[in-house]
């Protein structure tokens, strides 16, 4: 290991090509991930930043913003479970905004998410914004009113609170703004329940979600599992409703293949790039291995070294990655793009980038081939 070490510091210039390639492998794995990450969070937003413990929709329903109205008598099915403390309804789906001009004149429509849920400090559906602000939830009682993530002003032609717009023949009021719920989608619109019902598409006696607490956190695998002996609604536990949704919109949209696509091309550039300088280095070492070779070191402890500074090219190119990921990921931050560097991320990227070194490390060993103690005589 000593030896391998100090070949890689006196042979620095040669081995630097392979450290930055596994950094850079390393660092678009990272980044990559959780740029994908932050934005498979922005789908699941209604569920992640509820309290409800249990949510029961539409049969077969495969993500949050895809629902579609159940009877709002099922609360009482619910209601009725021994482990159920609380149930609300929810209503959530897409409409369309048409900003107000000036002029009075209407604008190009945008898609939006309603999200209408009941307005008290208790509420269950609500989103945390909404339940620790008295003050906007008085507002949002009144009919018609509605509230907006700050930084999605922007797409929907706000300029301010106060200002109207026209959502499907109704009129609504923003009334007060929110931040850090911006949508993947259509920007998130938040408003009461009575609100959403008029703003979605003839929604009739129905609710899209039901939401339910339970008294033990621990039961709510049980309650939907319960409800799910009913085959005109499906129900899930929080947490698997936001895999579930995150996870449809991963594998059915554009975005979440050409994220996975570009970190592969990563990894797939790091090992070329990592096996050619591996390979090119130890090439040039020939006449120093069959040194080696004529004073009786066996193949396979050179073969060994080789691979032991394989391992070390992966760990000094990790080593690089990870402060520069944190960098990337806090510039992208103040730019508006989450990116989540979860420590599993982090982990996997360099497990990943590591094994990745070990594999060029042992497409370096073809270049072996030619070491012979005769090769310093010729």
Same mark, same amino acid.
């Given at each position: 290991m000593s030896y391998a070490l100090t070949t890689i510091w006196y042979e620095r210039q040669r081995f630097l090509p392979a450290v930055l390639a596994v950094a850079f492998s390393a660092l678009l794995i990272s980044v990559q991930s959780g740029i994908l990450i932050g934005l498979l969070a922005l789908v699941s937003v209604p569920i992640d930043h509820s309290t409800g413990h249990v949510w029961a929709g539409y049969p077969g329903v495969r993500s949050v913003d895809l629902g579609r109205p159940i009877p709002e008598r099922w609360a009482g099915k619910l209601a009725a479970d021994p482990? $159920?403390?609380?149930?609300?309804?929810?209503?959530?789906?897409?409409?369309?905004?048409?900003?107000?001009?000036?002029?009075?004149?209407?604008?190009?429509?945008? %898609?939006?998410?309603?999200?209408?849920?009941?307005?008290?400090?208790?509420?269950?559906?609500?989103?945390?914004?909404?339940?620790?602000?008295?003050?906007?939830?008085?507002?949002?009682?009144?009919?018609?009113? %509605?509230? $907006?993530?700050?930084?999605? @002003?922007?797409?929907?032609?706000?300029?301010?609170?106060?200002?109207?717009?026209?959502?499907?023949?109704?009129?609504?009021?923003?009334?007060g703004t929110v931040h850090g719920y911006k949508s993947l989608g259509g920007p998130y619109v938040f408003c009461s329940v009575d609100t959403a019902k008029s703003l979605l598409k003839d929604p009739g006696d129905g609710v899209t979600y039901l939401v339910a607490t339970c008294r033990d956190p621990a039961e709510a695998k049980g309650v939907a599992d319960r409800l799910n002996r009913y085959p005109q609604v499906t129900a899930f536990t929080a947490d698997e409703f936001s895999w579930r949704s995150r996870i449809h919109w991963l594998f059915t949209t554009k975005s979440g293949v050409a994220v996975g696509f570009t970190g592969m091309l990563?990894?797939? %550039?790091?090992?070329?790039?990592?096996?050619?300088?591996?390979?090119?280095?130890?090439? /040039?070492?020939?006449?120093?291995?069959?040194? @080696?070779? /004529?004073?009786?070191?066996?193949?396979?402890?050179?073969? /060994?070294?080789?691979?032991?500074?394989?391992?070390?090219?992966?760990?000094?190119?990790?080593?690089? /990655?990870?402060?520069?990921?944190?960098?990337?990921?806090?510039?992208?931050?103040?730019?508006?793009?989450?990116?989540?560097?979860?420590?599993?991320?982090?982990?996997?990227?360099?497990?990943?980038?590591?094994?990745?070194?070990?594999?060029?490390?042992?497409?370096?060993?073809?270049?072996?081939?030619?070491?012979?103690?005769?090769?310093?005589?010729?």
């Open positions: 482990a $159920v403390d609380r149930v609300e309804p929810c209503m959530l789906g897409f409409s369309q905004w048409t900003q107000i001009s000036k002029n009075r004149t209407p604008a190009t429509p945008e %898609v939006i998410t309603v999200v209408g849920t009941r307005l008290h400090p208790g509420s269950i559906a609500a989103i945390d914004a909404i339940r620790s602000s008295p003050e906007l939830m008085a507002k949002l009682a009144e009919p018609g009113a %509605v509230a $907006v993530d700050d930084e999605e @002003m922007y797409r929907l032609g706000i300029t301010g609170i106060g200002d109207q717009a026209d959502v499907l023949g109704k009129r609504v009021r923003v009334v990563g990894l797939l %550039v790091g090992a070329v790039v990592t096996s050619q300088t591996l390979y090119a280095a130890t090439a /040039a070492s020939k006449r120093e291995f069959a040194t @080696m070779r /004529a004073m009786g070191i066996p193949t396979w402890r050179l073969q /060994a070294t080789v691979l032991v500074q394989s391992f070390w090219v992966g760990a000094f190119g990790i080593a690089l /990655a990870l402060p520069l990921s944190v960098g990337i990921a806090a510039v992208a931050e103040m730019f508006g793009t989450r990116v989540e560097l979860h420590p599993l991320v982090l982990i996997a990227a360099a497990v990943i980038t590591l094994a990745m070194a070990m594999l060029a490390g042992f497409a370096a060993l073809r270049s072996f081939q030619g070491v012979d103690p005769a090769h310093n005589i010729r």
